[in-house]
């Protein structure tokens, strides 16, 4: 019998800071969302759709995301898609979809968010890359 395939790319701005728990057992498990825009073009007229994606990473993953992602900035995750149901408080039995994170990459520098706009600089005036508190520079690398 041939294997289903469920697998989630995607790359967004988190919409709120991750949500860092334990379960009972110990386990670290993150929670966050992630905005995901999409731009198209209808009747001449450049529009965008954003959709909004819940996400969970466990263990070390989840401790990391917890630790070094904030709103606004931008991630890369990879995995898949789980569906999960719950009775709330009426009894009524709801139902959710979230992506598993099994895979991520942070795409945004630890202080940018999407507040920070870039700074442009006048025509032919250089142009000085951002202080990110290296205290190296270009001339220190061996290559």
């Known amino acids: ?15 709120k800071d991750p949500e860092l728990r334990y379960t009972q057992s110990g ?6 969302s992630i905005a995901n825009n999409r731009t198209y073009t209808a009747g001449g007229e450049k529009k965008e759709q954003v959709s909004y994606f819940n996400c969970v990473a466990w263990a ?20 898949r898609l789980q569906q999960r149901s719950w009775d709330d408080q009426e009894g009524k ?7 598993v994170v099994d895979n991520f ?12 706009a870039p700074t442009e600089t ?6 000085s890359p951002p202080d ?11 290559f």
């Open 27 to 32: 386990t670290a498990v993150c929670s966050f």
């Open 60 to 79: 070390k993953a989840g401790e990391i995301i917890a630790e070094y992602c904030k709103k606004g900035q931008r991630i890369g995750i990879e995995g």
């Open 105 to 116: 990459q942070f795409l945004s520098g630890r202080q940018e968010t999407v507040s920070e």
């Open 132 to 142: 990110t508190g290296n205290p190296f520079s270009d001339e220190d690398v061996p």
């Open 1 to 15: 019998m041939a294997s289903d395939l469920n697998k989630a790319i995607l790359v967004g701005r988190l919409t």
């Open 122 to 127: 006048p025509a032919g005036s250089p142009e």
């Open 93 to 99: 039995r709801r139902y959710t979809v979230e992506i």
